[in-house]
């Protein structure tokens, strides 16, 4: 069965660098584009950033561009967020998800890690 | 960027009734929309793809409408599972983006 696994999350300073991982299994992980979303704790779901298949194409939201990079890892089925200069509004649960256009669209959803950026 | 403006941001009902949810976009975006459930404490639920369509394995009480701009997602009788947070999504374009979500909770 599908499976996608984040990990990385923590406690970080601001101004820290950090890289969130998911680790992917039970599917053609080369098929299908993969996706960040972002929870702030008592908030909404925040689209972040996709790579599709090929590991070239990219996406950022606005808030994110120029300060997260996403890759991905084809050897390991792996997705990876680098995310740099750190603030406190990236205190979230991040969730990596799968697929784009229909019928796949965020079609299966990891468990999530958390982040939390504090001094 | 398209924004998605998703009303009531709550609202309160009891088991058996029936629930509207609504999606704006503010451009059309074909059908080009997913819902989602989220109970605390967990990972969203892809309920509804393609604006209509019932993703595998989820009851049939739930149904998603609409093409365009203007979206629904009906839950034809509540359950109490179903009390969580709902959210649309449009893929029309990049970046994506999310509705606010519906907080539907017990009466």
């Known amino acids: 069965q599908v499976q996608l696994v984040e990990s990385g999350g923590g406690v970080f300073q601001p101004g820290r660098s950090l890289r969130l991982s998911c680790a992917t299994s039970g599917f053609n992980f080369h098929n299908y584009a993969m996706h960040w979303v972002r929870q702030a704790p008592g908030k909404g779901l925040e689209w972040v950033a996709v790579?599709?298949?090929?590991?070239?194409?990219?996406y950022y939201a606005d808030a994110v561009q120029g300060r997260f990079n996403i890759s991905r890892d084809s050897s390991r089925e792996t997705i990876n967020l680098q995310i740099n200069s750190l603030r406190v509004e990236d205190t979230a649960v991040y969730y990596c998800a799968r697929g784009t256009g229909s019928p796949s669209e965020h079609d299966f959803w990891g468990q999530g890690t958390l982040l939390t950026v504090s001094s | 960027d398209i924004q998605m403006t998703q009303s009531p941001s709550s609202l309160s009902a009891s088991v058996g009734d029936r629930v509207t949810i609504t999606c704006r976009a503010s451009?059309?975006?074909?059908?080009?929309l997913v819902w989602f459930q989220q109970r605390p404490g967990k990972a969203p639920k892809r309920l509804i793809f393609?604006?209509?369509s019932l993703q595998s394995g989820v009851p049939s009480r739930f149904s998603g409408s609409g093409s365009g701009t203007e979206f629904t997602l009906t839950i034809s009788s509540l359950q109490p599972e179903d009390f969580a947070t709902y959210y649309c999504?449009?893929?029309?374009?990049?970046?994506?983006?999310f509705g606010q979500g519906t907080k539907v909770e017990i009466k």
């Open positions: 790579v599709w298949f090929d590991g070239i194409k990219k």
């Open positions: 999504l449009q893929h029309n374009t990049y970046p994506r983006t």
């Open positions: 451009q059309a975006i074909r059908n080009d």
């Open positions: 393609a604006a209509s």
